[in-house]
Nanobody, 120 residues
Framework: VQLQAYGGGLAQAGGSLRLSCAAS????????IAWFRQAPGKERERVSC????????YYADSVKGRFTISRDNAKNTVLLQMNSLKSEDTAVYFC??????????????WGQGTLVTVSS
């Protein structure tokens, strides 16, 4: 499966952006898909993921209440709607496909990353 993340750009604080993770080679609704971000000088952070079974979401505390993850199965895409953006949301955002190895989540396919810049 190949993943492509897109939709990043420049937004003002308080604004919104919507990221998309599009897949080719397989259907995304069979997989747990996660969104990560990495800001300069910081560790990569998992911000959200969506289950394959019932679509239930997970959000990091840093984005809870502001970001919404969803699936568009018709377009074989996972979306990340980001509202009330803050300057600390500035980062490169990646989507990834999750696998579970010995009950531990791991990520075997990654999109190329899309840059989100939030100006204050």
């Amino acid at each position: 499966v190949q993943l492509q993340a897109y939709g990043g750009g420049l937004a003002q604080a308080g604004g919104s952006l919507r990221l998309s993770c599009a897949a080719s080679g397989s259907t995304l609704d069979s997989y747990i898909i996660a969104w990560f971000r990495q800001a300069p000088g910081k560790e990569r952070e998992r911000v959200s993921c969506i289950s394959s079974s019932d679509g239930s979401p997970y959000y990091a505390d840093s984005v809870k209440g502001r970001f919404t993850i969803s699936r568009d199965n018709a377009k074989n895409t996972v979306l990340l709607q980001m509202n009330s953006l803050k300057s600390e949301d500035t980062a490169v955002y990646f989507c990834a496909k999750e696998v579970v190895i010995s009950r531990t989540p791991a990520y075997d396919y990654w999109g190329q990353g899309t840059l989100v810049t939030v100006s204050s």
